[in-house]
Nanobody
Framework: QVQLVESGGGLVQAGGSLRLSCAASGRIFSISAMGWYRQAPGKQRELVAT???????NYADSVKGRFTISRDNAKNTMYLQMNSLKPEDTAVYYCNADGLRTTPWGSLRDYWGQGTQVTVSS
């Protein structure tokens, strides 16, 4: 059974920083891409950043230059360094593993974490 567990959320003042972590555990052979998504109250879930197994990254325009996504493939762990946080960054942040195989011949599956709350006060 594969699990994704996020940590590092919390309450921070505007301009502050937080670092989120996402640890994938269980039987994992490979993960094609991992990403962070967020959902604010009353809004749809939106992409924050993604990173491939090769290290290619993609960011939402709203976080470019402030957030940095990284990944440790050996540990199946992903990070999101969030700097210069704004009140509009307040949301539940979700970790996603896309294209995960549990065996070399297994099918590609998509997994989500349970989410971690980030609240930025003005």
């Amino acid at each position: 059974q594969v699990q994704l567990v996020e940590s590092g959320g919390g309450l921070v003042q505007a301009g502050g920083s937080l670092r989120l972590s996402c640890a994938a555990s269980g039987r994992i052979f490979s993960i094609s891409a991992m990403g962070w998504y967020r959902q604010a109250p009353g809004k749809q879930r939106e992409l924050v950043a993604t990173i491939t197994s090769g290290g290619s990254t993609n960011y939402a325009d709203s976080v470019k230059g402030r957030f940095t996504i990284s990944r440790d493939n050996a540990k199946n762990t992903m990070y999101l360094q969030m700097n210069s946080l704004k009140p509009e960054d307040t949301a539940v942040y979700y970790c996603n593993a896309d294209g995960l195989r549990t065996t070399p011949w297994g099918s590609l599956r998509d997994y989500w974490g349970q989410g971690t709350q980030v609240t930025v006060s003005s």
